[in-house]
């Protein structure tokens, strides 16, 4: 057990919908990373925060956006959704800041199926 | 253009067989990390590295900065370990990179 919840684990919506995805890291960590991974294109990162700041911003659609709340839980929205969406969403924390390397710990995901 | 390349893609070895799984990349790194994705979807992170080796059990991770490579090696390979490794570098912009994995069957 990682000590990362995602949730919900699994998510079916329709087109042009919005959804938001839940992420709570391990005990002491103050980073939270999000990932997508699709068939096509395999795992990309999304975006970083760093006890409640954005640090560094990856492949994000301007349709998506995240946070970082003050207990540290973070929290992905994705609106006006389409089938190209569909992937598994996976959330990890590490204990460091961005510059300092320190293992990943990664929850489980959510499946995100758009119809 | 990829910035992380793996090989092979597909590997399919006999239980107790040594295994080595391959990983080059083309942007200078901070850090370089190989996962193992399980077929249920979960990912666990087995090595972080910045120089050197690292070995964990039977797992074995080395990294070579000037050459921009890094190798998993798992010894004595077991069905258990059947499952998708995929590498990782975090550049010193804090941006990631993965590798498309690579498949890896151990037959008992």
């Known amino acids: 057990d990682s000590g990362v919840t995602q949730t919900p684990k699994h998510l079916i919506t329709a087109t042009g919908q919005r959804v938001t995805l839940r992420c709570s890291p391990r005990s002491g960590d103050l980073s939270v990373y999000w990932y997508q991974q699709s068939l096509d294109q395999g795992l990309q990162f999304l975006i970083q925060y760093y006890n409640g700041e954005e640090r560094a911003k990856g492949n994000i659609l301007e349709r998506f956006s995240a946070q970082q709340f003050p207990d540290l839980h973070s929290e992905l929205n994705l609106s006006s959704l389409e089938l190209g969406d569909s992937a598994l969403y996976f959330c990890?924390?590490?204990?460091?800041?961005?510059?300092?390397?320190?293992?990943?710990?990664f929850g489980n995901g959510t499946r995100l199926t758009v119809t | 253009k990829n910035e992380v390349e793996q090989s092979p893609q597909n590997l399919t070895a006999q239980e107790g067989e040594f295994i080595t799984i391959n990983c080059s990349y083309s942007?200078?790194?901070?850090?370089l990390h190989w996962l193992q994705q399980h077929p249920g979807g979960g990912i666990v992170s087995l090595f972080m590295?910045?120089?050197g080796k690292k070995k964990h059990g039977r797992l074995i991770a080395t990294i070579n900065i000037q050459e921009k490579h890094s190798s998993l090696h798992i010894t004595a390979s077991h069905p258990r370990d059947s499952a998708v490794y995929i590498c990782a570098v975090r550049n010193t912009g804090n941006q990631f990179y993965f590798g498309t994995g690579t498949s890896l069957t151990v037959i008992p």
């Open positions: 990890a924390s590490s204990v460091g800041p961005p510059g300092y390397n320190s293992p990943l710990h």
């Open positions: 942007v200078g790194i901070s850090a």
């Open positions: 590295l910045s120089s």
